[in-house]
């Protein structure tokens, strides 16, 4: 929007920008109604009830019930309208169809680093399709951070040891800004970027376009070899480590009698601080490879182990590949084959 040719909103480039501004403008207007009216009400009642002559004291005043229920009444009404519509644009922007596409993202002093399932790795810039759902899974390599799409009217702190996530679906083609929101260093300010939104077809000749180094699974599945995780993860079971096939979205059983669930953020605290969680029939052998991995390499890793599950990747919206790990070729051990 812009008044004067001056700049004074953002477009409105996702499918809930209209929800949210509509809302904003409710308790905009309600707010400015209750704020002129007590200004105005303080200069006409201090004029006209103003002391005229010296001695003069003021009329004695008891409560008024009627008074007090309206002033406490309407006040609650109101304010409950806006917690209930809040709360439901709230619980929209914070719920991820299921059948959203899937992006990472890695805040990192001064940029934001994106990676598509696909392969494509971009630095202050996104490409995504408009009118399709998409999830953003946010990390941070240093500090705190906010990923903030002014246009789609959403934003998520990028905090450091953790995944946070938002959606969206732009509704339009065009380039939006890409912001960071948090306070994090000297260039917070230059922390910045650029979301195209292309039509499906273009985007879709965009994914073809780059992406060298295969998918991110791929690339995962390499630095699976690199890190030497495939000489004790063997998918018989039997190896060192456990088997990482079909574990994602399962429970599994702890040596201190917890369970845990598999999921990101158990497959990231399980890589780099490997002894947190032990599973159950297991010695605590891993070296742990905090500060030996990059985010953006941890969740290329992350992705490589889901696309090992691959009935739980569909949860995600994204048919993982498949791709087979190097070690899917040998047979499992037969049960009562002894292992030398
Ligand atoms: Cu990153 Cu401010």
């Given at each position: 929007?812009?008044?004067?040719?001056?700049?004074?909103?953002?477009?409105?480039?996702?499918?809930?920008?209209?929800?949210?501004?509509?809302?904003?403008?409710?308790?905009?207007?309600?707010?400015?109604?209750?704020?002129?009216?007590?200004?105005?009400l303080v200069v006409y009642f201090g004029l006209r009830y103003r002391r005229k002559r010296e001695g003069q004291t003021g009329a004695r005043i008891e409560g008024s019930l009627p008074l007090e229920l309206m002033w406490s009444v309407i006040p609650t009404v109101i304010a409950?309208?806006?917690?209930?519509?809040?709360?439901?644009?709230?619980?929209?922007?914070?719920?991820?169809?299921?059948?959203?596409?899937?992006?990472?993202?890695?805040?990192?002093?001064?940029?934001?680093?994106?990676?598509?399932?696909?392969?494509?790795?971009?630095?202050?810039?996104?490409?995504?399709?408009?009118?399709?759902?998409?999830?953003?899974?946010?990390?941070?390599?240093?500090?705190?951070?906010?990923?903030?799409?002014?246009?789609?009217?959403?934003?998520?702190?990028?905090?450091?040891?953790?995944?946070?996530?938002?959606?969206?679906?732009?509704?339009?083609?065009?380039?939006?800004?890409?912001?960071?929101?948090?306070?994090?260093?000297?260039?917070?300010?230059?922390?910045?970027?650029?979301?195209?939104?292309?039509?499906?077809?273009?985007?879709?000749?965009?994914?073809?376009?780059?992406?060298?180094?295969?998918?991110?699974?791929?690339?995962?599945?390499?630095?699976?070899?690199?890190?030497?995780?495939?000489?004790?993860?063997?998918?018989?079971?039997?190896?060192?480590?456990?088997?990482?096939?079909?574990?994602?979205?399962?429970?599994?059983?702890?040596?201190?009698?917890?369970?845990?669930?598999?999921?990101?953020?158990?497959?990231?605290?399980?890589?780099?601080?490997?002894?947190?969680?032990?599973?159950?029939?297991?010695?605590?052998?891993?070296?742990?490879?905090?500060?030996?991995?990059?985010?953006?390499?941890?969740?290329?890793?992350?992705?490589?182990?889901?696309?090992?599950?691959?009935?739980?990747?569909?949860?995600?919206?994204?048919?993982?590949?498949?791709?087979?790990?190097?070690?899917?070729?040998?047979?499992?051990?037969?049960?009562?084959?002894?292992?030398?």
């Amino acid at each position: 929007m812009t008044i004067f040719g001056i700049p004074i909103f953002p477009d409105q480039a996702s499918t809930f920008a209209k929800d949210v501004d509509t809302l904003y403008f409710f308790i905009l207007t309600v707010c400015s109604f209750f704020a002129l009216t007590v200004a105005i009400l303080v200069v006409y009642f201090g004029l006209r009830y103003r002391r005229k002559r010296e001695g003069q004291t003021g009329a004695r005043i008891e409560g008024s019930l009627p008074l007090e229920l309206m002033w406490s009444v309407i006040p609650t009404v109101i304010a409950m309208v806006m917690f209930g519509w809040g709360a439901s644009v709230f619980y929209h922007l914070r719920r991820p169809p299921d059948d959203a596409m899937h992006i990472y993202a890695v805040g990192k002093q001064w940029m934001w680093k994106f990676q598509h399932l696909e392969g494509q790795r971009e630095i202050n810039e996104l490409h995504i399709p408009a009118g399709r759902p998409i999830k953003v899974t946010v990390s941070s390599e240093d500090v705190l951070h906010s990923l903030y799409f002014p246009s789609f009217r959403t934003k998520i702190d990028a905090i450091p040891g953790r995944y946070t996530e938002l959606w969206f679906e732009a509704s339009k083609p065009g380039t939006y800004h890409i912001f960071c929101a948090e306070y994090c260093g000297t260039n917070h300010a230059g922390m910045i970027g650029s979301v195209t939104v292309l039509e499906p077809q273009a985007y879709q000749a965009w994914l073809q376009g780059g992406g060298e180094g295969g998918t991110m699974a791929e690339r995962g599945a390499r630095l699976f070899e690199q890190h030497a995780c495939n000489s004790c993860h063997l998918d018989s079971g039997q190896g060192r480590g456990p088997s990482l096939k079909n574990i994602v979205g399962t429970t599994v059983e702890l040596t201190d009698g917890n369970t845990a669930v598999v999921d990101d953020a158990y497959l990231r605290e399980s890589i780099l601080t490997s002894q947190a969680k032990i599973v159950k029939g297991f010695q605590p052998l891993m070296p742990t490879f905090q500060g030996l991995i990059s985010e953006e390499n941890l969740l290329a890793l992350i992705e490589h182990v889901k696309s090992m599950s691959p009935q739980a990747s569909t949860a995600s919206g994204q048919p993982a590949g498949g791709t087979p790990s190097p070690n899917a070729q040998k047979p499992p051990a037969r049960p009562g084959e002894k292992k030398q």
